[in-house]
C-alpha cells in the first residue's frame, strides 16, 4: 500500500525488534535448557558462568525488544492511518457536495472511520508479524539443522502445518464471514444514523418499531458475520497450538534418537525439545494472517473506492491567479449536468451580476435554481458555455479561490451543534463583536439574541433543533453577511416559513443586500420589486427576465406565478389588484 511507503523504515526496524525479542525468548529457554541439564551434573560453577550471563541477557533482552517492536509498529501503523484518513477526508471534500449523494451518510463514516481503522492490521498483524516469524523461524532451523538435522525437518514440518494447512483449512470456513463483515458494518451503520436522524417522524407516525426490528436484524447480520470469523480464528489458534505440540513431541523423539545414536550431546537434548517449544511463540499470529489479510483487503476496497471516485469538479493543474476586486460574475450560454442524469440541469443560462447589482432568479421546482448557485460555487462544473469571474474562466481558478469571492447562504444552511455565536463565527473567526452585533441587526436577530438568558453563548442544538425554523434561517443569514463576500448567493433562504415571517425575513434581507452583489434564488415574487433584474427558469432555460414591474404587467410564466402568489396571499380581488 502506498501510504506505508515511509513507514517502511519503522517496520523494518520492528521486525528485527520483534525477531530479537523473539530469538531471546527462545535463547533463552534453549540457555535454560543447558543449564539446568549441565548443572544436573554438578560442574564447577566456572562451567556454568557463561551459561547464566545469557539467561540474564536474553531475559532483559527479550522485554526491551518486545517494547521497542510495539513501539516502532505502532507508530508506523498509527502514521498510515493519519495519511490514509486525511486521504480520505480530502477525497470527500473534493467529491462533496455533488459526488457524495453516491453514498449514504452511515455507511461513508463507516469507510472513514473503521475501514480506514482496518488497515493498521496489515502492519501490525499481517506484515510484521509474518518478518518475525521469519526470522525467528530462520535462527531456530539453522541452529537445530546445526545441533540434529531431524530435529530441523520435523521443525520445518510444523512451520508449514501452521503457515500453511492451518490457515488453508481457516480461510475456508472464514473467508466468506470475512468478505461479509465490513459492508455489514457499513450497512448497520446507515440504518443506525438514518435512524437516529429520522426518530421524531418515526415515532410520530408510529413506524419506529418496524425500523428498530431491522436495525436488530442488521445487528444480527453482523453478529453472524464476526462469529463465524471469530470462530473460524479460534479454529485456527487451536489447530497452531496442537501442531505447536506435536512439534515439541516430534522433536523430543528425534532428539532422544539422536542421543541414542550417539550424534547429540545428552545435555543438548533440552536444546532440540525446548527450542521448538520457544519458536511456537512466533508462530502463534501466523494462522490468522491470512485471515487478517483477507479482512484488510475487503476494507482497503471500500477505501479506495472512495479514493478512486472521480470527483465531479476539475481542479486546474496550475490555477491562475484570482483577479481583484471590484467582481463581475459572468454567465454564458451555460450548459451543467448532474452525474448521472440524463438531461442537463441548465441549458444555455445568461446571467450578468455586476458589482452592487441584485439578481433574483425564479421557477418552479427542478428547474435548476439551485444547479446554478452550485455551478456558481465550483460545486459543479459547466458541460457548456463559460462562467467567468472578472473575465478569467472559473474553471481555471481554484475553486477554494472562487469560493472566496462568491459564498452562499443555502436553502437549509447548516447549523452546528454549538452556540449561536459560535455558529455565526463561523463565517470570519477575526470579526470584531461590533461586526458581529452588525450582522446581527442586519438579519434582526440582535434584540432576539440580547432577550436570551444566555446571549451568544445560547446553544441552538443539533442541526439547531432548539430554535425555530425562521430563527435559524436568520442565523445562517447573519453568518452570511459577516463573511462579507463581494458576491453574495441567497439559495431560497426564506424557504421552509409561513409566508409572513417568509416575507419579513427576505424584506429583512433585501435591506441589508442593498449595493451589495447578490443573486437571490427565491420562489416568492412579493419583494421582488427591489432588485435590479428578475431571471425566470423553466427546464433549465431561460424563459423570461425583466425587472418585476415589467414582467407582472406582461403576459407570460412570471405573470401567471404573479398571479397565483397573490391569488393564495389576498384571494380574487388581491389577483385582480395585481392584475
Ligand atoms: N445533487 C444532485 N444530484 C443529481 N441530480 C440533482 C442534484 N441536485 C439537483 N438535481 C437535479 O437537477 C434538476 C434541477 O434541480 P435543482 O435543485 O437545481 O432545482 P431547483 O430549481 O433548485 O428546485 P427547488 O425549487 O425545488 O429547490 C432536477 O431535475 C434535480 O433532480
Ligand atoms: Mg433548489
Redesign the pocket.
Known sequence: MVFGRPARGRFALASLAGGAALGSGTGLLATSAWLISRAAQHPPILFLTVAIVGVRTFGLARGVARYAERLLSHSGAFGVLRELRIAVWQRLERIAP?GL?AYRSGDLLARLVADVDAQQDLFLRVLVPSAVAALVYAGALALLAWLLPPAALVLLAGLLTTTVAVPWLAGRTGRRAERRVAPARGALSTAVVDLLRSMPDLIGCGAADRRLVRVAALDRELIRAESSSAGAAGLSAGLATLAGGLTVCGALVAGVAGVRAGVLDGVALAVVVLTPLATHEAAGALPQVAQQAERVRRSADRVVDVLDRPAPVREPTAPELLPGPPYTLRVHRLRAA?PG?SAP?LDGVDLELRPGRRVAVV?P???????LVAVLLRFLDPTGGRVTLNGTDVTALAGDDVRRVVKLCA?DAHLFDTTIGENVLLARRSATPEEMDAALAAARLLDWVRALPDGLATRVGEHGSRISGGQRQRIALSRALLADPPVLLLD?PAEHLDTATGDTLTADLLAATAGRTTLLVT?RLAMLGAVDEVVVLDGGRVVQRGTHAHLSAVPGPYRRMWDIECWADRGPEGADLAG
Open positions: 455533488a449523494p448532474w442524469a440541469a421557477g421546482s427542478g428547474s435548476g435554481k439551485s444547479t436553502q431560497e420562489h
